[in-house]
Nanobody, 126 residues
Framework: QVQLVESGGGLVQAGGSLRLSCAAS????????MGWFRQAPGQERAFVAA????????YYADSVKGRFTISRDNAKNTVYLQMNSLKPEDTAVYYC???????????????????WGQGTQVTVSS
């Protein structure tokens, strides 16, 4: 059973940057499509970014395109989310997720993902 642990969240001023990490244990992520989602208070969990098993393809929500970058290091069993030019509306709990599909077609759909981390809080002050 793959377990995912996110880290790197925190409090940052608008315009600042953070890098989130998602480390896996209990298994490898080599063949898994990976995604990042976020959930703000009172809102549904929303897609942020996704990457295929080999890193060849990445996908982003329109709201973060050009500011966030998803990447992975399969040797380290870790996925990253570099977040630049942060805005107060980026404030949320960020979740890492792994799909048993290497290249899920519906990469922005919560049910596609089989494993989830516990989340890390990102707060952007204005």
């Amino acid at each position: 059973q793959v377990q995912l642990v996110e880290s790197g969240g925190g409090l940052v001023q608008a315009g600042g940057s953070l890098r989130l990490s998602c480390a896996a244990s209990g298994g490898t992520l080599t063949n898994n499509g990976m995604g990042w989602f976020r959930q703000a208070p009172g809102q549904e969990r929303a897609f942020v970014a996704a990457i295929t098993w080999n890193g060849d393809n990445t996908y982003y929500a329109d709201s973060v395109k050009g500011r966030f970058t998803i990447s992975r290091d399969n040797a380290k069993n870790t996925v990253y989310l570099q977040m630049n030019s942060l805005k107060p509306e980026d404030t949320a709990v960020y979740y890492c997720a792994a799909s048993d599909l290497g290249s899920p077609r519906n990469f922005d759909w919560v049910p596609v993902y089989d494993y989830w981390g516990q989340g890390t809080q990102v707060t952007v002050s204005s």
